[in-house]
Nanobody, 127 residues
Framework: QVQLVESGGGSVQSGGSLRLSCAASGNTYGTYYLGWFRQAPGKEREGVAAITTEGRTSYADSVKGRFTISRDTAKNTLHLQMNSLKPEETAMYYC?????????????????????WGQGTQVNVSS
């Protein structure tokens, strides 16, 4: 089982930036990709970005060009650099790890492809 702890959330004005981090611990063997998801009040959880152990990435269309996902494999740490934030991106942001053993050339953004989840970190973007 993988344990995930997010940090770095907070409040920022529209157009601002935040950098989220996620520390992974436990049995990460066979975990080939990690991802970031978000859930706004009253909305479904959605995939934001994902990255494989080889560094291949996927992004939701809405964040391409503004968000950057990265990982430090040696430190088991995942990051999400978010620039040009918009008020509608106010949400709880979650870090997630892959279903063990599953591996794709391009990391998925489907909830069903992820098994372990962090508790989330809140991001508030004001206009």
């Amino acid at each position: 089982q993988v344990q995930l702890v997010e940090s770095g959330g907070g409040s920022v004005q529209s157009g601002g930036s935040l950098r989220l981090s996620c520390a992974a611990s436990g049995n990460t063997y066979g975990t080939y990709y990690l991802g970031w998801f978000r859930q706004a009040p009253g909305k479904e959880r959605e995939g934001v970005a994902a990255i494989t152990t080889e560094g291949r990435t996927s992004y939701a269309d809405s964040v391409k060009g503004r968000f950057t996902i990265s990982r430090d494999t040696a430190k088991n740490t995942l990051h999400l650099q978010m620039n040009s934030l918009k008020p509608e991106e106010t949400a709880m942001y979650y870090c997630a790890s892959a279903v063990p053993g599953r591996n794709y050339y391009t990391p998925p953004l489907r909830i069903a492809e992820f098994k372990s989840w962090g508790q989330g970190t809140q991001v508030n973007v004001s206009s």
